[in-house]
């Protein structure tokens, strides 16, 4: 079996089962587009045609609805020279058919298509699989993004959780706020590691995703069973919507998009009722675009220094009888916190973005552990969670910081009681891209880490995981992508290499894959 992520249940039977010409396929009019799928599957892998039959007697392939199997399940049977498969929905037909393109290694071209007989009972245990890429730091547009939904859902991950806005671009078109697509998208220049240096090197970097793009872009996601939830991160990590319109922040001082990485002091202005109403403005044309139930506000590395020395936050603290500082960001959450649950979204915040006052259906994203705040306390505390713990599934970090081996041995649900196992939303691994400036090193960083994200976040991890793994490198060579496929090599960490990626060379592992030294 070389299927990732591991099935619930899998049972070998004797025999096997060979598509070969005399295979008819038979299918209910309405799951259609997921057996078309397969054969087209079929007939870019070997030389064979499928039909479809109005007779189930007549087929060899039968996709039957099974109103008894929950959301996003699935059945396959392979038998007697039968293939079933079983669902209740469009996700588990999906997923079916991923599951038998990885089973028969369709995406290899082949002389015959056969494999030993068995049966499958699959299920997720966690509803969020999610992968974060930062579209800021560096801009990646629809093409490479497709091709990362494509990655996703053929492991069965579910949610594409997009970074629209940080303090080096702002990248989705607003049409009240142009500036916000011609100044805030765009950056002079970048800070690099490199040639054993750091320094800002200047040269030009921008772009944004037109609505157009989005709209196709959700399209594409959800015919492979994906959402896309957009995240504008308020009130820090603003500084290149500040750039444009930088009477919304406290000094009214902010005068170009950051070209260095880190946290900047400057952040939106929580005193001033306008500050509002431009958020307002854009959570209004962001959300039209997403559909997805979810919005993330961010939420984190806000530091207050602008706060504490502007008359109209001072102000708006004492208004409000709040404690401190981090209460006025409670405040500010809550006030568009409400405004998207009016519009019928659930918000997602950054775990130090959130304080005991926060409201208890903000899902609170865990990357950082705090003393009041990690993910076990969080889920324990009742609220609901989605585990991103940095040491394990941030994929920015090198391999020689964060090995496979940390991300694919994450248990989501340790120490989280019993009862509140529920909260635990699931995994989301996050690609943030500071030193990730090309495709090449995308690939490079994602690549086989989606595939262990995938494990943990299906949830029945095993052993094999090396031997299944090689299939999905097959894949990947297949497709022509950069992947590290010595990162099952890594065992533990790597200091000469993180302090030369620090000091001397961001790029230092690719560059070393590539040979390019
Ligand atoms: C984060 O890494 N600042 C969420
Ligand atoms: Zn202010």
């Known amino acids: 079996m070389n299927i990732i992520p591991q099935p619930k249940k899998f049972e070998k039977i004797c ?12 299918c209910d009019e309405q799951f259609k587009v997921q057996a078309e799928r397969l054969v087209r599957m079929i007939e870019s892998s070997v030389n064979v045609n499928v039909e479809f039959t109005d007779e189930i007697d007549s087929a060899k392939i039968i996709f039957s609805k099974y109103e008894e199997c929950g959301k996003e399940d699935y059945f396959v049977m392979l038998s007697q020279d039968i293939l079933t498969v079983k669902f209740s929905d469009m996700t588990g037909c999906f997923y079916a ?3 038998l393109r990885q089973l028969f290694g369709l995406d290899k071209k082949r002389e015959i298509i056969s494999c030993d007989n068995c049966y499958i009972e699959d299920s997720p245990k966690f509803s969020h699989r999610g992968l974060l890429i930062d579209v800021c730091r560096h801009f990646y547009g629809s093409d490479v993004l497709k091709q990362i939904i494509d990655l996703m859902s053929q492991v069965k991950l579910n949610k594409l959780h997009l970074h629209l806005s940080d303090d080096q671009g702002f990248r989705v078109q607003i049409d009240k ?11 002079d220049g970048s800070e690099v590691v490199r040639n054993g240096k750091r320094y800002v090197e200047e040269l030009p970097h921008g772009g944004f995703l037109t609505k157009d793009e989005i709209r196709e872009l959700v399209v594409y996601a959800a015919e492979r069973q994906v959402d896309i939830i957009p995240e504008i991160d308020i009130p820090g990590h ?30 939106l202005c929580a005193g001033n009722d306008s500050t509002y109403d431009f958020v307002r403005d854009i959570l209004d044309e962001v959300s039209d675009l997403f559909p997805s139930e979810y919005f993330h506000l961010g939420g984190d590395e806000a530091p207050k220094d602008r706060w504490c020395n ?69 889920a324990n505390s009742g ?64 690549l086989p880490r989606l595939d262990a994200l995938a ?22 060579d297949n497709l022509g992508l950069i992947y590290n496929g010595k990162a099952l090599n890594i065992k533990k960490r790597k200091f000469g290499v993180i302090k030369k990626y620090l000091n001397k060379d961001a790029n230092i592992e690719l560059n070393v894959y590539l040979n390019r030294q």
Not at 15 to 26: L, N, P, R, T, V
Not at 177 to 184: A, E, R
Not at 242 to 252: I, R
Not at 462 to 475: G, H, I, W
């Open 383 to 446: 609220r609901k969670v989605i585990m991103s713990q940095h040491f394990n599934l941030y994929f920015d970090y090198p391999y020689a910081m964060t090995p496979l081996c940390k991300t694919l041995r994450f248990k989501p649900l340790k120490g989280v009681n019993k009862a509140n196992c529920q909260n635990v939303l699931g995994v989301e691994g996050c690609l943030w891209t500071e030193y990730v400036d090309s495709s090449d090193k995308l690939f490079f960083n994602l």
């Open 177 to 187: 706020y142009p500036l916000l697509n011609t100044v805030s998208s765009s950056r």
């Open 238 to 267: 603003s500084v290149a919507a500040l750039a444009a319109y930088p009477e919304f922040c406290c000094t009214g001082q902010v005068t170009e998009v950051r070209k260095q990485w880190g946290i900047s002091k400057d952040i």
């Open 97 to 99: 058919v991923e599951t």
């Open 455 to 476: 494990e943990v976040a299906w949830g029945y991890r095993s052993k094999n995981f090396a031997k299944r793994l090689k299939n999905r490198m097959e894949t990947y």
């Open 15 to 26: 025999g096997s089962f060979k598509i070969d010409g005399d295979c008819f396929i038979f």
């Open 310 to 378: 502007c008359k109209l936050c001072r102000e708006r603290l004492s208004e409000l009888q709040l404690q401190n500082f981090d209460e006025l960001q409670t405040h500010m959450v809550e006030v568009f916190r409400k405004y998207l649950e009016s519009k019928g979204k659930t918000v997602i915040c950054w775990n130090d973005g959130l304080t005991a006052s926060s409201d208890k259906e903000i899902v609170s994203q865990v990357w950082k552990p705090l003393a009041d705040s990690d993910g076990v306390k969080d």
